[in-house]
């Protein structure tokens, strides 16, 4: 079986698959079949992508070859926008980063798009544009929702990990999947999950009780426990599992399996938002800090991903 892998911009992706190849995948990319496809025409790469823009054609034929190869091929990843929709048999994956974090690794990090931006919050504005016009230029082409994530088996966040983590995890949840295949999948990463309660009703006794399993479970990076969670004003709160979640922060594992997800518009049951010292101590319990303070930035960009066919069943 084949992995395909996708996500958003700034997300990481060549640096999973990267690694991923030194784990012994091979990695096939839509870059190496568009110059694949250049060489047999007798053109070159800028050549190939001009007429590209006037004729269908060439699209059409980089998605047949994605097709052709995901059935001969065995044990290797497509790196590709679209390799999820045109290698059907194959275990797809979805690298999610959030708005807010894309945008700083675009303009702060080594990325050729840097210089389309003057600061942080036009390079916002910017992912989100190249966002909603990737959605529309694949809904009008293949009649797809390239953002819902009931496309994917995997959604998995890359914030706060390295890619041999992330890389890592795919693998695990790959072999899973070979044994009894599963869907929509979803794992953030656990220190971007904020708390709800109150720091003094978080048992200490409960929560090193459970850091302690969660250290014996030393063999995978995900947490034991599946808090419940709810999105709110681009933040992750948890609504269910704290005593999981800073547990697993702890004991050093990246990512946690999301059990149910909640968005700001639904009741809330009469939960109520930890203050800025609350969160501050829950951080400082799992000796790590938040990027971003929510009494601070009240507000920040949240993910272009659409989670509902993730959780249907659930709502």
Same mark, same amino acid.
């Given at each position: 079986?084949?992995?395909?892998?996708?996500?958003?911009?700034?997300?990481?992706?060549?640096?999973?698959?990267?690694?991923?190849? /030194? #784990?012994?995948? #091979?990695?096939?990319?839509?870059?190496?079949?568009?110059?694949?496809?250049? #060489?047999?025409?007798?053109?070159?790469?800028?050549?190939?992508?001009?007429?590209?823009? $006037?004729?269908?054609?060439?699209?059409?034929?980089?998605?047949?070859?994605?097709?052709?190869? !995901?059935?001969?091929?065995?044990?290797?990843?497509?790196?590709?926008?679209?390799? %999820?929709? &045109?290698?059907?048999?194959?275990?797809?994956?979805?690298?999610?980063?959030?708005?807010?974090?894309?945008? /700083?690794?675009?303009?702060?990090?080594?990325?050729?798009?840097?210089?389309? =931006?003057?600061?942080?919050?036009?390079?916002?504005?910017?992912?989100?544009?190249?966002?909603?016009?990737?959605? *529309?230029?694949?809904?009008?082409?293949?009649?797809?929702?390239?953002?819902?994530?009931? /496309?994917?088996?995997?959604?998995?966040? #890359?914030?706060?990990?390295?890619?041999?983590?992330? *890389?890592?995890?795919?693998?695990?949840?790959?072999?899973?999947?070979? $044994?009894?295949? &599963?869907?929509?999948?979803?794992?953030?990463?656990?220190?971007?999950?904020?708390?709800?309660?109150? &720091?003094?009703?978080?048992?200490?006794?409960? %929560?090193?009780? =459970?850091?302690?399993?969660?250290?014996?479970?030393?063999?995978?990076?995900?947490?034991? !426990?599946?808090?419940?969670?709810?999105?709110?004003? !681009?933040?992750?709160?948890?609504?269910? !599992?704290?005593?999981?979640?800073?547990? *697993?922060?702890?004991?050093?594992?990246?990512?946690?399996?999301?059990?149910?997800?909640? %968005?700001? @518009?639904?009741?809330?049951?009469?939960?109520?938002?930890?203050?800025?010292?609350?969160?501050?101590?829950?951080?400082?319990?799992? *000796? &790590?800090?938040?990027?971003? @303070?929510?009494?601070?930035?009240?507000?920040?960009?949240?993910?272009?991903?659409?989670?509902? /066919?993730?959780?249907?069943? $659930?709502?």
């Amino acid at each position: 079986m084949n992995i395909t892998i996708t996500g958003n911009l700034g997300s990481g992706k060549s640096s999973v698959c990267k690694e991923l190849q /030194n #784990s012994g995948f #091979s990695i096939i990319s839509a870059g190496d079949i568009f110059r694949q496809i250049a #060489s047999e025409k007798g053109m070159t790469v800028i050549e190939l992508n001009e007429a590209a823009r $006037k004729d269908r054609s060439i699209d059409d034929l980089l998605d047949h070859r994605s097709m052709e190869l !995901g059935k001969k091929l065995d044990h290797t990843v497509f790196d590709s926008r679209l390799a %999820w929709n &045109f290698v059907p048999d194959s275990f797809k994956v979805f690298l999610l980063l959030d708005t807010q974090e894309a945008a /700083n690794r675009v303009f702060t990090g080594n990325n050729r798009g840097a210089e389309e =931006y003057q600061n942080l919050e036009e390079a916002k504005r910017g992912l989100q544009a190249r966002a909603d016009l990737e959605q *529309a230029r694949f809904l009008e082409l293949y009649g797809i929702n390239y953002y819902d994530a009931g /496309n994917y088996d995997l959604i998995i966040e #890359s914030s706060y990990a390295t890619p041999e983590q992330i *890389a890592q995890e795919i693998q695990r949840n790959f072999e899973l999947y070979q $044994k009894q295949p &599963f869907h929509a999948k979803v794992e953030l990463n656990v220190k971007c999950l904020y708390p709800t309660k109150r &720091f003094s009703a978080i048992d200490e006794q409960t %929560w090193r009780s =459970y850091c302690e399993q969660e250290k014996t479970e030393n063999h995978t990076l995900c947490a034991i !426990g599946a808090p419940d969670i709810r999105i709110q004003n !681009g933040y992750n709160y948890i609504v269910h !599992g704290h005593h999981h979640v800073l547990a *697993a922060i702890a004991a050093g594992k990246a990512f946690t399996q999301i059990q149910d997800m909640q %968005w700001e @518009d639904t009741p809330d049951n009469g939960q109520t938002l930890s203050t800025a010292d609350d969160i501050q101590r829950f951080a400082q319990a799992g *000796a &790590f800090c938040y990027r971003l @303070d929510p009494f601070v930035v009240p507000k920040k960009a949240g993910y272009t991903i659409d989670f509902s /066919n993730a959780f249907k069943s $659930k709502q």
